[in-house]
């Protein structure tokens, strides 16, 4: 059995409800456009991984239903809703019930990320071998990947989800709680208009 998962937290592509704070510069139907593509992009990095390790993917979605994203993304993936509550009551859900199933090693990763490549990824779960919370930070103060071996919901509580303190409050619970933290290289999530210009497929 695969003991090790990659998550894949993303929103099915409806206009008006998908990449809002882009809606501006690119339209309803453009914001749920680059929300296709930019998943469908994950999706395919993420399944070049599977030719690397073994390991499960799964998708953690919010908005439209379990058959709107099958038949978007296909009927081979593990499908499950978000849910309700901030970002960090759906992180947790999804960790948990990764853990429960006898996960050993789990990983988040968003889908804003262009330049999140399978290298990546391989070195968050091989980092995770030696150390207990692994990061991706991101530009703009969050982060573009997270990774556990074991369930710490305190890593995900009073957290300004969407600002630029995101990191710097996880780390600092982190290090409170004495956990060992390793570090993937920085890169830019694609949230605001002016991010576009670093959008490359």
Known sequence: MNNEQLIIFSRYPEPGKTKTRLIPALGEEGAANLQRKMTETTLIKAKKLLNRMSLSIEIRF??????????WLGSDLKYQEQGTGDLGERITRAFESA??????????????????????????FGKLTQSDVIIGPA???GYYLIGIKKIIPELFQGINWGTSVVLSQTVAIARKINLAIDYLPKLSDIDRPEDLEKLQF
């Open 99 to 124: 853990f429960n199933r006898g996960m050993k090693s789990v990983v988040i990763i968003g889908i804003d990320c262009p330049s999140l490549t399978p290298e990546i990824m391989l070195q968050a």
């Open 139 to 141: 530009t703009d103060g």
């Open 62 to 71: 919010a908005g439209g239903n379990l058959q709107l994203m099958k038949n």
